[in-house]
C-alpha cells in the first residue's frame, strides 16, 4: 500500500537561508508521481512542484527544488532564499500510475520563517 | 478558469441534522477527490471518483458519510446525521488523467455543534 511520511511537525528558518523539508515514501508501483503543496494561514491548498518516478533530472520550480533520491524512497523539498511569506503548512503527496490515481498526503511540516 | 468551485464555504449545523457539501471541478478534469482535514487526522482522502464513478471510498469513515457525482460538473458530499466529531475542514481536488497534480477548492468548515 502506498504511504508517505513527513518526520518533521515543525522548522524553522531564518530568512534568507535555505530549508530542507523532508519527505518519505513506499510504494509497489514502478509509476508514481510525487508532489509538493502549500498551505498558508489562510488555509488554500497550492500546488508547489511535481516529480515523475522516471525523471531523471530533479524538478526545481523557481525557489523550490525536490531532491529525488530513488533507492531511499525520499522526495525532500528544498526552498532555497527563505522569505517570511513561506511560513506555511507543507505537504508531500503521492499518486500512483496503476492504483487507479489515487493521491494520499503526508502529515505536513510546519515552516515558520525568522526575520 | 474559475477553478475548483466549493460550497458552501461556512456551515454550523446542529448535532442530527442533516449536511450537504457541493463540489464543481475544472472543466475537463477526469478525477474528483473528497478530502477531510483536521489538526489530529491531517489530510484524510474520503473517496475519489474517475469519469464520474467512484473508484475507492475505504476512506469514508461511516455510514453516515456518502458521496454522488451524477455528471462531470458536480458532487456532493452527504453527512447524516452530522456529529460534532464530524467537524473539520473538507476539501474537494480535481485533476486531469495520468500523474498529474490535483486543483484544489477553497474548502467547507464545517462546524456541528
Known amino acids: 500500500a502506498q504511504k508517505i511520511t513527513q518526520t518533521q511537525p515543525g522548522m524553522f528558518v531564518q530568512e534568507k537561508e535555505a530549508v530542507t523539508l523532508d519527505c518519505t515514501y513506499d510504494?509497489?508501483?514502478?509509476?508514481?508521481?510525487l508532489f509538493w503543496y502549500k498551505q498558508p494561514s489562510s488555509g488554500e491548498m497550492i500546488f508547489l512542484i511535481y516529480?515523475?518516478?522516471?525523471?531523471?533530472q530533479n524538478a526545481t520550480e523557481g525557489r523550490y527544488s525536490l531532491n529525488f533520491q530513488k533507492a531511499r524512497k525520499s522526495a525532500n523539498l528544498v526552498i532555497s532564499a527563505s522569505q517570511l511569506g513561506d511560513s506555511a503548512m507543507y505537504f508531500c503527496a503521492m499518486r500512483e500510475g496503476n492504483q487507479g490515481g489515487k493521491l494520499i498526503f503526508g502529515q505536513g511540516t510546519e515552516l515558520s520563517v525568522k526575520p | 478558469d474559475a477553478g475548483v468551485i466549493q460550497s458552501p464555504r461556512h456551515e454550523v449545523t446542529e448535532m442530527g441534522q442533516e449536511v450537504t457539501l457541493r463540489c464543481k471541478p475544472i472543466s475537463g478534469h477526469d478525477y474528483l477527490f473528497w478530502y477531510r482535514q483536521t489538526m489530529m487526522r491531517g489530510l484524510e482522502l474520503l473517496i475519489y471518483?474517475?469519469?464520474?464513478?467512484?473508484?475507492?471510498d475505504s476512506g469514508m469513515p461511516e455510514d453516515r458519510f456518502s458521496a454522488k457525482m451524477p455528471n462531470a460538473s458536480f458532487s456532493t458530499l452527504k453527512i447524516q446525521p452530522s456529529e460534532p466529531r464530524d467537524s473539520a475542514v473538507y476539501f474537494c481536488?480535481?485533476?486531469?488523467?495520468?500523474?498529474?497534480?490535483?486543483?484544489f477548492g477553497q474548502g467547507t468548515r464545517l462546524t456541528v455543534v
Open positions: 471518483f474517475n469519469n464520474n464513478v467512484p473508484i475507492d
Open positions: 516529480q515523475g518516478s522516471y525523471d531523471q
Open positions: 510504494t509497489s508501483d514502478p509509476s508514481y508521481g
Open positions: 481536488a480535481s485533476s486531469k488523467q495520468g500523474l498529474t497534480e490535483a486543483f
